[in-house]
């Protein structure tokens, strides 16, 4: 089921802040080559995974837990009993078509390779996997 148009790659690197009131805020969201139709869970899961930086570096899996909860609460995520599985598909996605990409001779997706990127998508996939119960019981 469609539901809305989805970004496809909501994250810090693809948002514009401005100062406000000596803070930094985010003011829109650019990059926009992705976007398609889809379903809210998509981009919302992708929120959580880029924005709350869900993997290896993060120390509280309580507090992980916490703001997932409240970033779907804040988009008014009713069913959320899937959160935890799409980012999980969003990241499985990302490092196989990185490797595909890459595999394939595109240039941009082998430098992410030998940057390292393939590694962190898996580890942060390894980190969601392993605290999968904790974050699912959150969101309930």
Not at 62 to 71: C, D, G, P, T, V
Not at 74 to 100: K, N
Request: one cysteine or more.
């Amino acid at each position: 089921m469609i539901e809305v148009v989805c970004h496809n790659d909501l994250s810090p690197k693809n948002t514009v802040y401005r100062p406000v009131s000596g803070a930094l805020r985010p003011v829109a969201f650019i990059d926009w080559d992705l976007a398609a139709p889809g379903v809210r869970i998509h981009d919302v899961a992708h929120v959580c995974w880029q924005y709350l930086s869900l993997g290896p570096s993060i120390q509280d899996a309580s507090e992980a837990a916490r703001r997932l909860r409240l970033i779907a609460d804040t988009y008014e995520l009713v069913d959320r009993r899937d959160l935890v599985s799409v980012i999980l598909w969003w990241q499985d996605r990302c490092w196989r078509g990185i490797e595909a990409a890459a595999d394939a001779g595109n240039l941009a997706m082998i430098r992410l390779r030998d940057a390292g990127v393939v590694a962190e998508v898996q580890q942060a996939y390894q980190w969601v996997s392993e605290h999968r119960d904790h974050m699912d019981r959150a969101l309930r």
